[in-house]
């Protein structure tokens, strides 16, 4: 009886009859009004701002598909033609290179987020496994993305990445020449990564959606770690984390600008305005600076299937890790022990990133020929950036097999605050 | 659930038995259709046809000079062809196959009567880069560049993250001065 007096009543506003229908109105009033702590950080902006790094990305990337060709003679002259004749192609080009770095620089600052306040204990999993789902699908739209210039690092960066399957018994051959669709990297590989690559975005979009549907069962973790007690220690989303998104919006975007107009090519490679050459390896090969503590690790290890392993390893590592961290405690501020393991951490990361940059053969601190392969690098086998990544490496997964089980057992824990409420109105006073 | 129930009962059990096997079989036959459907969008990700045609390449020897290398393209790999000096065959001899990592006498990775000529495809067992040729490295051969495998004159991995010995393709000699590889 009620429900025909409501379609009744809402027949004459065309709002509420569309509403009726299909709620999305009462949905998207929901995203406003979303509760969140009180208390969150700046901290808090990069989940934010990776979104809009994946629109920026999307948009640029369609406009860009409009000018570019995926064929091994036309793939490099499209991307010059992009950049010297079509209108405003320079831009939207550096957008969308530089936009790449700027992703995956805002999304690692997201995840160590995370690991310091602990953001992937429960109930916040599955949330916990969804970001890593995009993290991983980011990492493959960038890899196919960066071969489509068709430049030297193009094409050995995808020989040298698709060459990582065949370390696998048995079927590593047939899965390299089934990615290859050939005998080598190749047009046909050139066209099905183009076309990967116009899908994985929308991809991540769902994903992302995902991600949101997960974050808004439990709500945002916060500094503190502990969770809301109640209406007074939660804020609407709108206007109050609004409004500060976007102000995290304007500072990104000014970081975003110095690199688009003043160092467009700082975080890109020189070999790859080269044209591809299938004949001639270049010297040094390295991939783009957001998957260097990868490379480093993958070549920390003596052993083909093991490098390969290690490498996916220190990934998928990420999916056990709320099983792994035995503290009930999220929030790293009331961890004093933790603290100095996460800071380490961090170093060893940015170290892994500086060693996956440097050749394996180098010595640290003397210059990258100083002891390369003429045999001098065995006297001073201490320095060598392949001992430091090994090190390195050994943290890596220390900090998330040892040194995390075995914290939340020894550390002793600072008091908890009794709400979130409580130390934000006590600072105020 | 039990198909031998006795005729007293009423029919419902027998009856749910046969629509249980029905819903599952059916179910199964689609299950097998779907994943039917499936094999041509993951096959036509394999070579195609006239990717595998291009597969053999004929070469002549006779412009290469005793201790020169030229690199051809076979199936869009480099193969290394080098003509080797007697000092380079004769190092390649002299290693013990104990200190190899993928043992193999250097006769095994030349034809008989021909082994000046070493033919391999030039692409690092380790990554697939193009490794350096003209004695490189530690053992006088060739050396990867990517994350700095040492082959010796023979091509066989010495020191380095690479397992196996650069690729020796099939060949054949044609006459001493022609080969066909592939």
Same mark, same amino acid.
């Given at each position: 009886?009620?429900?025909?007096?409501?379609?009744?009543?809402?027949?004459?506003?065309?709002?509420?009859?569309?509403?009726?229908?299909?709620?999305?109105?009462?949905?998207?009033?929901?995203?406003?009004?979303?509760?969140?702590?009180?208390?969150?950080?700046?901290?808090?902006?990069?989940?934010?701002?990776?979104?809009?790094?994946?629109?920026? #990305?999307?948009?640029?990337?369609?406009?860009?598909?409009?000018?570019?060709?995926?064929?091994?003679?036309?793939?490099?002259?499209?991307?010059?033609?992009?950049?010297?004749?079509?209108?405003?192609?320079?831009?939207?080009?550096?957008?969308?290179?530089?936009?790449?770095?700027?992703?995956?620089?805002?999304?690692?600052?997201?995840?160590?987020?995370?690991?310091?306040?602990?953001?992937?204990?429960?109930?916040?999993?599955?949330?916990?496994?969804?970001?890593?789902?995009?993290?991983?699908?980011?990492?493959?739209?960038?890899?196919?993305?960066?071969?489509?210039?068709?430049?030297?690092?193009?094409?050995?960066?995808?020989?040298?990445?698709?060459?990582?399957?065949?370390?696998?018994?048995?079927?590593?051959?047939?899965?390299?020449?089934?990615?290859?669709?050939?005998?080598?990297?190749?047009?046909?590989?050139?066209?099905?990564?183009?076309?990967?690559?116009?899908?994985?975005?929308?991809?991540?979009?769902?994903?992302?959606?995902?991600?949101?549907?997960?974050?808004?069962?439990?709500?945002?973790?916060?500094?503190?770690?502990?969770?809301?007690?109640?209406?007074?220690?939660?804020?609407?989303?709108?206007?109050?984390?609004?409004?500060?998104?976007?102000?995290?919006?304007?500072?990104?975007?000014?970081?975003?600008?110095?690199?688009?107009?003043?160092?467009?090519?700082?975080?890109?490679?020189?070999?790859?305005?080269?044209?591809?050459?299938?004949?001639?390896?270049?010297?040094?090969?390295?991939?783009?600076?957001?998957?260097?503590?990868?490379?480093?690790?993958?070549?920390?290890?003596?052993?083909?299937?093991?490098?390969?392993?290690?490498?996916?390893?220190?990934?998928?590592?990420?999916?056990?890790?709320?099983?792994?961290?035995?503290?009930?405690?999220?929030?790293?501020?009331?961890?004093?022990?933790?603290?100095?393991?996460?800071?380490?951490?961090?170093?060893?990361?940015?170290?892994?990133?500086?060693?996956?940059?440097?050749?394996?053969?180098?010595?640290?601190?003397?210059?990258?020929?100083?002891?390369?392969?003429?045999?001098?690098?065995?006297?001073?086998?201490?320095?060598?950036?392949?001992?430091?990544?090994?090190?390195?490496?050994?943290?890596?997964?220390?900090?998330?097999?040892?040194?995390?089980?075995?914290?939340?057992?020894?550390?002793?824990?600072?008091?908890?605050?009794?709400?979130?409420?409580?130390?934000?109105?006590?600072?105020?006073? | 659930?039990?198909?031998?129930?006795?005729?007293?009962?009423?029919?419902?059990?027998?009856?749910?038995?046969?629509?249980?096997?029905?819903?599952?079989?059916?179910?199964?036959?689609?299950?097998?259709?779907?994943?039917?459907?499936?094999?041509?969008?993951?096959?036509?990700?394999?070579?195609?046809?006239?990717?595998?045609?291009?597969?053999?390449?004929?070469?002549?020897?006779?412009?290469?000079?005793?201790? #020169?290398?030229?690199?051809?393209?076979?199936?869009?790999?480099?193969?290394?062809?080098?003509?080797?000096?007697?000092?380079?065959?004769?190092?390649?001899?002299?290693?013990?196959?104990?200190?190899?990592?993928?043992?193999?006498?250097?006769?095994?990775?030349?034809?008989?009567?021909?082994? #000046?000529?070493?033919?391999?495809?030039?692409?690092?067992?380790?990554?697939?880069?193009?490794?350096?040729?003209?004695?490189?490295?530690?053992?006088?051969?060739?050396?990867?560049?990517?994350?700095?495998?040492?082959?010796?004159?023979?091509?066989?991995?010495?020191?380095?993250?690479?397992?196996?010995?650069?690729?020796?393709?099939?060949?054949?000699?044609?006459?001493?001065?022609?080969?066909?590889?592939?």
């Amino acid at each position: 009886m009620s429900k025909t007096n409501n379609s009744e009543s809402s027949c004459c506003n065309p709002v509420e009859w569309f509403e009726s229908r299909f709620p999305i109105l009462s949905w998207m009033e929901h995203q406003k009004e979303y509760p969140a702590p009180r208390n969150l950080n700046y901290w808090w902006n990069f989940g934010s701002i990776a979104g809009i790094c994946l629109v920026v #990305q999307i948009i640029t990337g369609i406009v860009l598909a409009m000018h570019y060709t995926p064929h091994v003679s036309m793939a490099f002259d499209s991307v010059e033609h992009i950049m010297r004749d079509v209108n405003y192609g320079w831009l939207l080009r550096y957008v969308h290179a530089n936009g790449a770095s700027m992703f995956f620089l805002v999304v690692y600052i997201h995840i160590f987020r995370g690991l310091y306040y602990g953001s992937y204990k429960a109930p916040r999993e599955v949330l916990w496994w969804l970001g890593i789902v995009i993290l991983l699908l980011m990492m493959a739209t960038a890899f196919m993305g960066y071969v489509l210039p068709w430049g030297q690092m193009s094409f050995w960066g995808a020989t040298v990445i698709t060459n990582l399957f065949s370390a696998f018994p048995v079927v590593g051959e047939h899965i390299v020449s089934w990615l290859w669709g050939g005998f080598s990297v190749d047009n046909p590989t050139l066209n099905r990564f183009f076309s990967l690559h116009f899908l994985l975005p929308f991809v991540i979009f769902a994903v992302v959606f995902l991600h949101l549907w997960a974050l808004h069962t439990h709500g945002s973790n916060n500094p503190l770690g502990i969770d809301a007690k109640g209406s007074q220690d939660k804020i609407p989303f709108h206007p109050y984390y609004t409004i500060k998104d976007y102000f995290g919006f304007g500072v990104f975007f000014m970081l975003f600008s110095y690199f688009v107009f003043f160092a467009p090519n700082y975080l890109g490679h020189p070999d790859n305005y080269t044209p591809a050459n299938p004949m001639v390896t270049p010297p040094h090969i390295v991939p783009e600076w957001y998957f260097l503590p990868f490379y480093a690790i993958l070549r920390a290890i003596p052993d083909k299937l093991g490098g390969v392993l290690m490498m996916f390893a220190s990934i998928l590592v990420l999916f056990v890790l709320p099983w792994l961290d035995s503290c009930k405690v999220r929030s790293g501020a009331f961890r004093p022990t933790f603290k100095w393991f996460f800071a380490l951490f961090v170093l060893v990361c940015i170290g892994l990133g500086v060693m996956g940059g440097k050749s394996p053969d180098g010595c640290y601190g003397s210059g990258a020929d100083a002891c390369t392969y003429n045999g001098q690098g065995e006297n001073i086998t201490l320095l060598t950036n392949l001992f430091i990544a090994r090190g390195l490496t050994a943290y890596y997964f220390a900090y998330f097999l040892v040194i995390l089980p075995l914290l939340g057992k020894y550390e002793k824990t600072l008091p908890l605050p009794k709400s979130i409420g409580e130390p934000v109105l006590k600072k105020k006073a | 659930m039990n198909a031998t129930s006795t005729p007293s009962n009423d029919n419902r059990p027998a009856d749910e038995t046969r629509r249980d096997f029905l819903v599952l079989t059916a179910q199964a036959m689609a299950g097998i259709g779907a994943a039917a459907c499936v094999w041509p969008l993951v096959d036509q990700m394999n070579p195609s046809a006239d990717v595998l045609a291009l597969s053999s390449t004929e070469v002549d020897l006779s412009p290469i000079q005793e201790g #020169q290398e030229i690199k051809v393209v076979w199936r869009g790999k480099p193969v290394f062809i080098r003509h080797r000096t007697a000092k380079e065959i004769e190092e390649a001899k002299e290693v013990r196959l104990d200190d190899l990592r993928d043992p193999q006498p250097d006769s095994a990775r030349v034809k008989e009567g021909h082994e #000046q000529w070493l033919v391999m495809v030039g692409v690092c067992t380790h990554l697939g880069c193009v490794p350096l040729g003209g004695n490189k490295g530690d053992f006088d051969g060739w050396f990867c560049p990517c994350h700095g495998s040492h082959y010796d004159t023979s091509g066989r991995i010495r020191k380095g993250p690479a397992p196996k010995n650069l690729l020796v393709p099939d060949y054949v000699f044609l006459d001493d001065n022609r080969i066909r590889i592939g």
